[in-house]
């Protein structure tokens, strides 16, 4: 690491902090050496894509929702811009990195395709770079945490009592507002990108808060597991690092979900985006096929691991979200949970 990130780095392991401006430090702290290594690198943004610089933006990201309704919604709409578009930046790295990997383990697959692959994917880094340039991320003495770190100093930050209570009113309007766009029809099946992948991208959302917090979050055991929860508790669930929330923070009470409950919203995010996942390969392939001026017999071999089709995918979601929803009530009895 550098002199100027080991010097900012003791700067961001401030203590006695506001728990809200602690929170953004801490991973501030984790997503700094990401930027060091990726602005030492002969290949900047390759290497920042190689990183866990993505898991941190998203922590940021899902901060300055939280904060922007909690505190003051300018500044952290403001801090959150640039952390956005980098952290969407990485993920389009990422969806043509995932396909390329996808395609090195399917045989015979078409050369033409790889080569297409493999030219957005060297397009979408292209474009990481122009970006990392851009808002100043890798220069010098990393002007863009400097800047973010300034900002946040600004606020008046709420003290831990208040901070609590407005981040539990916060999830269980964001709870209650799911259900409600679910109940209105604004999630249409029909289509993957907004009405699928929205779903579950909101969902996800309840989930990243609960590492992003800081132990704020913890998970109460259930004494008595319901029936209903039970199939949504799978070995792979239980099990998964993703349900493994930071440890509570010294003399900060923290807001609970039922473990059970907790669980089954791990469950669906998970199988719904395999489910997404599906769909996108047949969109993804389907389309590059064309590009590549190939029918989309070229491309059907490689799809035959796909568990669901286009057809399929909206009734086998809109199924699975009426079960969590309407039948088990999960997400009213979440934010029950984290109010009470």
Known sequence: MSSAAES???TLASKNLPPGHQRFLTQMGRLLPCLGQAAAAKEPALTLYQSSARQWLFYLQSLCRIYRDVQDKKPFKALSAPIKALEDQLGAVDYWDGWLKDAAAQKDFPEVLHTALERHKADELSKLQTLLDADEWLHGDFPR????????????WHKATKDRRKIAEYI?????EIEDDYGAGEFDFEELELGVHEFRRKLRWLSIYAQSLEGLIQ???AGRIDAALQPYMTKAVVESRYNVVPAAATGIEPLYFSAP???????????????????????????????CGLSANAVAPFLRDCTHTLATIPATVAKIARTFIEENAILRDLRADILR
Not at 172 to 176: C, G, H, I, S, T
């Open 8 to 10: 900012l780095q003791t």
């Open 145 to 156: 945490i400097r800047t973010m770190m300034k900002e946040l100093a600004e606020v008046d």
């Open 172 to 176: 269980a309007a964001e709870l209650e």
């Open 219 to 221: 998970l109460r055991p």
């Open 261 to 291: 409950r907790f669980y089954a919203l791990s469950w669906i995010i998970a199988e719904i985006g395999t489910i997404k996942d599906d769909g996108l390969k047949i969109e993804t392939l389907t389309n590059l096929a064309t590009e």
